[in-house]
Each structure stands twice: as C-alpha cells, then as structure tokens.
C-alpha cells in the first residue's frame, strides 16, 4: 500500500548551515581580533621594554661617570674614548633568557662625532664630553658685553662656513644682557616684529634648541642634515652627513672648585694676616715646601717679573736706587725670610694677590737682606721655581690642582683640551694654529687622573705649547669634564623593537643627575643604529 508523505523544502537544514556558517564566521573575526590584540599587547610590551631598558642605560651610564673607581678602573679615564663603556657591535644586558632569547633586553651607547672637516666618526660604547664643546653661556659669563663670545664664534667660523659675522651677531644679541643691537645683530625690536611676536632671551640658554628662536638660525644650519640625530643623513641617498653647528656648540658645562681628591682647593689670596700661618703650614703639606715659601714671600713681599727692575709694590728692589745690584738667593734664605715675615706680631702684606696661580711663573721676589749686611751688598732675590724647566713638570700640575685665587666653589665651565676637536680649539683667544696642531698631536700621550690631565697643565710640561702661552690661555681652559651627552638605544631581542634616548648627564661630584632629556624613538626614521648582532 502506498503512503503518500507531504513533500519537505529542506529549509531548516539551508538555515542551520547559514547559522554555523555565520557562528564559524563570527568566531574566526573573534580569534583574529584576539590574536591581533594579543600581537599589539606583546609589541606594546616589547617597545616599552625597550625604552625602559635604554632609560635604565642612562641610569647606568650616570652612575658609572659619578663612581671615581669605574671611571678610572673600567673605563680607562676616559669615557669619550671608543669601547669605553662596551666593544663594538655588542651591548650591555638588562635581562636575559637562557630558554627563551626573545626575552632577552639590553641596550648600548654610540656616539657620533666630527672627525676631520666634513667626517663623522661613529664610536660605540661612548659618550660625548659636552666640556669639549665652545659653551655659549661661559663666555657670556666671562664677557657681559659679548665680545669675547663673537671672537670665539668667527674663529670657529675660519673652519665652519656655516658661521658668518651676522648670524655671530644676532646670537650675541640673544644671549647678552641688554637690548642695544650689535652692527648686524637682532634684539627684542626684531623679534617683537614678527609673527608671533617674542621677545630676546637676553640670558643664559637652557638648551641649544633655543638657538632656533635666534635670526638666521635654521634646524639644518644647527643640526645638518641629521636633524634626528641618528647618524644618518635623513635623505641619506647620495648625501653626506651634515651635523651642522650643534657638534661644537654647548650650552652644558659644570665646573667645580675642588681638587683632583675632591677637596676645596686652597686659597692663596687669603686677606686677613691672622690666617696667614694657617695657610702657610697647609701649603707646605700640599705642595713642594719651597713652592709654600714662594708663595708666601709673594704674598708678604715685593715681586717683578724676570728682567724688570721694577718691584710689585712700585718700589725699586731693596728699596734704594734701581741700579742696586742684586745676587741670587738661596732656598734656606726664602724659607727664614718667610719664618721671619711670619713672626713678626704685625705682619705687613707688601706683596700682591695672583689673578692667576700661574702669575707666579716668571717673577722674582726681593728678600729683606740679612741681618748685619751692608748698605751696599747686593740684594738677595729669588727666581720662581716654576721658571727652571726640570722643575716644572713636578710643581706646576700639583700647584694647579691644589691651590685656587678665588673663593668660590662653583666656577664658569672651561673648554676641556683633552677632548674638544680641533675646531673648538681653535676658538680659544690667543692659541694659534700650530699649538693647536701640537696639542692634538700630544693628546693620545696624556695619562688619565694624573695631576698634570686633569688641570690641563701637560700642555705646558709636554712642551705642547710654551708655559707663556699656557698662562695667557689658563683661564679658557681645563682637563676635566663634569657633563656628558649619552645617546642610548635599548632593545627587546633580536630583530624586536628598539629606543632610543638621549640625555646630559651632570656627574655631580658623586650624585649625578640629569640636566636634559628626550626620547628620539619617533624620530629613528630612517634607522641609524642596529641592535648587537646575535641579540
């Protein structure tokens, strides 16, 4: 018997499988989103781990320029020297993962710096020396009017034609304190002139950025072609790098009034006489004894200079007629006349006060003739130890180190001559081009933390440059360097994410810290420096 069944259309089985279709759909959307988000989540982690490990490189480098015995054990005294921190081509490590590389973090340093005219020299493992640098603010502060920074600007124009007289001018114009306008300068008039208006700084700088707020000055005139700072020309295809004026142009630098211990100098134009002995017994136990006695007779007694007949106190030597004959005194003779000098109850200052330790270089001093001498014996007078050659090399190191003429602890920052490149030293008034050929020449001889590094005075008992010209110049100058530029570049693993920072770091005598810093992560475009190999 047939049975007749209705005959079925079969939706309901079209509808399910839309619905596992869609489900199937939706869920593969959800594990795409998921995996997406999971990627971002471990990028995210990976980038911000690669910050915090350049950051913690800042830290690191901070700390290991403040220890005295990691400068000078570790990193050979010198920080600015090529491999100093780490070799080339590998890193420092943040954490490792022996199971799992990817874990791996760490971060290295490099350098970038001018080598010869239009040459770069890239160093890994350094920092920059920003003491090494013309500093914009110091010579401000040794000349208000400017003039001394515009001479400075134009020397360094004879070897950069990115400097000329207006641009020398208007950046005078910034910095200096008033608003008269040098001959092709620009003050506030200018500047309240344009739109939007400002007004000049009239001041110190806080960061060579503000040098872009000056008349004429451009981000390719200060930093080149290498805005970001990557050393990478940012059109690097068929360009030379170009780092612009920012290479040695500073406005960081921190000097203090201490010995190569640490401990205030002493000061050897104490005024009042009662202090006089205190002085006297801390000289002989820092310095050479006759070099104490010297100093002291040039403080209590008549002094001229090496061929002069005229006394410091404008009288003629011994008192009596110019034409006097004089006869060399003895180093026992120095030492009573200064004993002598002392005990007295009223000890009287017929000497004069060194603008510079160093003016005690070529003078003599008049000793009082001995007891019982005739009117007319000869009258004793004694030759600076600091003019016999074989002497200097021991005295002239300890007694820059260890004496100051002055009471304050913080000092203007120097040019450090130990790292600063030919062109910046060339800006230093009154050092001609072949002492400066001489000193570059003599540099890699230098020992670092010795006395005579340190103070800068090898250039004179090297026979760099002539102890006269070393005393014209001692005022610009020095051998050590309290501040430093890092550029640091952390990364995650091997071929991960990297950072990159940068920072000046101020050592601060053991407590450092940070005067600037900013992340150049955004800018690394395109990419200057790679992560070790095998990271």
């Known amino acids: 018997m047939k049975c007749n069944q209705p005959q079925r259309d079969g939706y309901v089985i079209v509808a399910v499988l839309i619905v596992v279709v869609v489900l199937s759909l939706a869920a593969y959307s959800f594990t795409d989103l998921m995996s997406a988000e999971h990627t971002a989540a471990t990028r995210t982690h990976d980038h911000t781990q690669a910050r915090l490990s350049a950051i913690s490189g800042v830290h690191y480098t901070a700390a290991a320029l403040a220890d005295p015995e990691f400068m000078y054990n570790q990193l050979g005294g010198d920080p600015t020297a090529p491999g100093a921190f780490h070799a080339e081509g590998s890193g420092i490590d943040v954490f490792t993962d022996p199971n799992n590389s990817r874990l791996n973090r760490g971060f290295f340093l490099v350098a970038t710096v001018p080598d010869t005219p239009g040459n770069y020299l890239r160093r ?9 640098k013309l500093n914009i603010n110091y010579f401000i502060m040794l000349d208000a009017s400017g003039d001394k920074l515009y001479d400075a600007l134009m020397k360094l124009a004879d070897s950069n034609p990115l400097m ?13 304190a008033d608003d008269e306008t040098r001959e092709t300068g620009a003050e506030s008039s200018y500047y309240a002139g344009i739109e939007p208006g400002y007004m000049a700084k009239n001041g110190p700088l806080n960061s060579l950025d503000e040098l872009l707020l000056v008349r004429g000055v451009t981000p390719e005139l200060l930093f080149g072609n290498d805005r970001n700072r990557n050393g990478v020309a940012d059109d690097f295809e068929g360009q030379v790098l170009d780092r612009g004026l920012s290479d040695y142009l500073t406005v960081y630098g921190r ?17 009042e006489v009662e202090n006089l ?8 136990t820092k310095l050479d004894p006759e070099m104490a006695d010297f100093i002291m007779a040039y403080r209590l007694m008549s002094s001229s200079r090496i061929g002069s007949s005229s006394s410091s106190g404008g009288r003629s030597r011994g008192g009596s007629s110019q034409s006097q004959s004089t006869r060399p005194a003895t180093a026992d003779e120095l030492h009573s006349a200064v004993q002598a000098a002392l005990a007295v109850s009223s000890i009287r200052m017929g000497g004069k006060r060194p603008k510079s330790v160093l003016d005690m270089m070529s003078v003599q001093i008049t000793l009082p003739k001995p007891p019982g001498a005739m009117q007319n014996d000869p009258t004793p007078v004694y030759v600076s130890p600091l003019s016999d050659p074989a002497r200097l090399n021991a005295l002239l190191p300890l007694l820059l180190d260890r004496t100051t003429v002055t009471t304050k602890v913080e000092l203007a920052p120097r040019i450090n001559v130990n790292t600063a490149s030919r062109e910046v030293l060339l800006t230093i008034p009154r050092l001609e081009v072949a002492d400066v050929d001489n000193i570059i020449a003599m540099r890699p001889n230098v020992k670092p933390g010795d006395p005579a590094t340190t103070t800068g005075a090898w250039l004179a008992t090297s026979g760099a440059i002539t102890p006269d010209t070393f005393r014209r110049i001692e005022r610009y100058v020095t051998g050590q360097s309290m501040v430093y530029r890092v550029q640091c570049v952390g990364y995650a693993s091997k071929g991960g994410p990297q950072a990159r920072v940068e920072a000046v770091i101020d050592t601060n005598r053991g407590a450092p810290r940070i005067l600037y810093f900013r992340e150049l992560t955004d800018l690394d475009n395109p990419r200057g420096f790679a992560a070790p190999a095998g990271m």
């Open 124 to 132: 890994d493992g350094a920092v920059i020396d920003e003491m090494g």
């Open 164 to 176: 000329t007289p207006e641009l020398a001018d208007a950046i005078v114009d910034w910095v200096d």
């Open 255 to 271: 000097e203090l009034n201490l010995d190569s211990t640490g401990v205030i100098r002493e000061y050897i134009n104490e005024s």
């Open 277 to 284: 002995q205190g002085l006297y017994e801390r000289l002989q």
